[in-house]
């Protein structure tokens, strides 16, 4: 059975668009949310989520790097892409069936205040046995996922205005989020019916992959570390209060990294299709074009956070949330980092199978995350978590350049950060000068954000025509010969 291949271009619009969706609902339910359960109701759910995101990484167990990598090698191989789906999917069901029993007991002695909330979420748990984005992407089929995504958000969204009242309340929207999402894992399993036929496969033919797809779950639990532990250390350490200050200025960072994960997971079965065709010269023009777009979009957020945090938040959240805006305005360079160690993990460490060195960086990452949040949290509250966050994210690149700097163009790449940092600068710089004349109201912070916006698209544009970089062309046209600017990048 013939898959029906799908261009870079248009998995890169499903997952682009779908991004964009899925900033824009916030804007629509976290304002409600915010003023209808306080920080000590967001605190709570946030608590309560991220302690079930955790089971539902260990449930799915680093298949989204693992799954998608070994799908891409043999999508052209029909037998093959059957009987390795098939080992795959026998081992994920037996994990996840063991990491929802673990979840269990956690709800049932160990969830404390947030117990209504943490039983709402059994069935995120119980997705895992169904979840198989990893083929689909691994098949290049991005369609299904974006428009499974969308589908469970808006029904989610809609049950917060539906539902949502009070504190007590919040597990009906928990309940709605987790009977979303196992419907859409059931409707994406239905997509996939069509692309792949299942074979029986021996017990230890799928136990053979648990151990490779076990050292990258430790590389996704590491870095769930340093993303979701935070939230449960600062609910813990530093109050319920502390962690819906958090939860508010961190929900923005991670809805604009999303666009960072759409593009890694567009890229990754990419590039490892042309890695496994001998392809290494299209693999380095694709990510020195990529790094010019993802630092160029980073840049732009991080900066653009900077300039206008301290007066989105109250109006987006409340009088309540102030706080949230100071928590965001260093956490939105945290997108700089993540963009950097995205480009390089799944367009050539992931890719090249260079496992070990995503489970070094990582790990070094959790580690100095957990020691900065202990040391710090207790003292400063939220703001320790953020200092742990970016020091976690800094460790990361750091720690893949000691491994591969021999393979790839860091000095070339350093460049590239250096002058999309000075254009995000002169955008701060040109906002914070026009902020006293413009009011505190929305009209005035959308009038900031176009003026922010303006500056900085400007001076990009100059800088791509003064470096002769190639995005445009590489937006608008199909594949095509690397430049010579861009071979001798080097």
Not at 163 to 184: N, P, V
Not at 269 to 280: K, M, N
Not at 476 to 485: C, D, E, G, T, V
Request: proline share 4%; net charge positive; charged share 15%.
């Amino acid at each position: 059975m013939s898959v029906k291949k799908t261009s870079t271009r248009i998995n890169t619009l499903y997952n682009v668009s779908y991004r964009v969706f899925s900033i824009l609902l916030p804007l629509v339910t976290a304002p409600y949310l915010s003023r209808t359960v306080g920080q000590t109701g967001v605190g709570m759910y946030a608590h309560a989520w991220n302690a079930s995101y955790i089971f539902v990484l260990i449930g799915t167990l680093g298949l989204e790097s693992y799954g998608v990598r070994a799908i891409s090698r043999v999508r052209d191989n029909p037998s093959m892409l059957s009987r390795t789906f098939s080992e795959i999917f026998g081992m994920q069901r037996l994990v996840a069936a063991v990491a929802l029993f673990f979840w269990l007991i956690y709800c049932a002695f160990f969830s404390g205040e947030t117990s209504p909330i943490a039983w709402s979420l059994t069935l995120m748990s119980v997705s895992c046995l169904c979840n198989l984005d990893w083929c689909l992407m691994g098949l290049d089929q991005f369609r299904p996922i974006a428009l499974r995504n969308t589908f469970v958000k808006l029904l989610a969204a809609g049950c917060v205005f539906l539902f949502i009242h009070s504190q007590e309340d919040l597990w009906i929207y928990g309940f709605a989020w987790s009977l979303s999402t196992l419907l859409g894992c059931l409707l994406c399993c239905m997509s996939l019916r069509k692309l792949v036929t299942p074979v029986r496969v021996p017990l230890r033919d799928s136990l053979r992959h648990f151990v490779p797809c076990l050292g990258l779950f430790v590389s996704v639990i590491a870095v769930s570390i340093y993303r979701t532990m935070d939230k449960v250390m600062v609910g813990s350490i530093a109050g319920m209060a502390q962690n819906g200050l958090y939860e508010n200025a961190e929900k923005i960072i991670y809805c604009l990294s999303g666009f960072i994960s759409a593009f890694g997971n567009v890229m990754m079965p990419r590039s490892a299709h042309l890695i496994e065709q001998g392809d290494l010269q299209e693999v380095r023009r694709s990510m020195h074009l990529s790094m010019h777009l993802i630092l160029c979009m980073v840049s732009a957020m991080a900066f653009g956070i900077l300039s206008v945090a301290d007066r989105f938040a109250p109006l987006f959240y409340g009088d309540d949330f102030v706080y949230s805006g100071t928590l965001m305005m260093p956490l939105g360079f945290s997108l700089i980092m993540i963009g950097f160690a995205n480009v390089v993990r799944m367009q050539w460490i992931l890719p090249n199978g260079l496992d070990r060195v995503v489970l070094h960086s990582v790990l070094t990452g959790a580690c100095v995350n957990l020691i900065v949040n202990f040391s710090l949290i207790p003292s400063m509250g939220a703001m320790g978590a953020v200092v742990g966050t970016l020091l976690a994210e800094l460790a990361v690149p750091v720690v893949q350049y000691l491994h591969v700097r021999g393979d790839l163009p860091y000095r070339s790449y350093l460049k590239i950060l250096l002058s999309y940092l000075l254009i995000g600068t002169s955008m701060t710089l040109a906002v914070r000068s026009l902020m006293p004349l413009v009011p505190d109201t929305w009209t005035g912070l959308m009038l900031l954000v176009f003026f922010g916006g303006a500056v900085y698209g400007i001076l990009t544009l100059c800088y791509w025509k003064i470096a002769k970089v190639q995005i445009l062309r590489m937006l608008l046209h199909r594949k095509r010969r690397a430049s010579p600017a861009v071979q001798d990048c080097d």
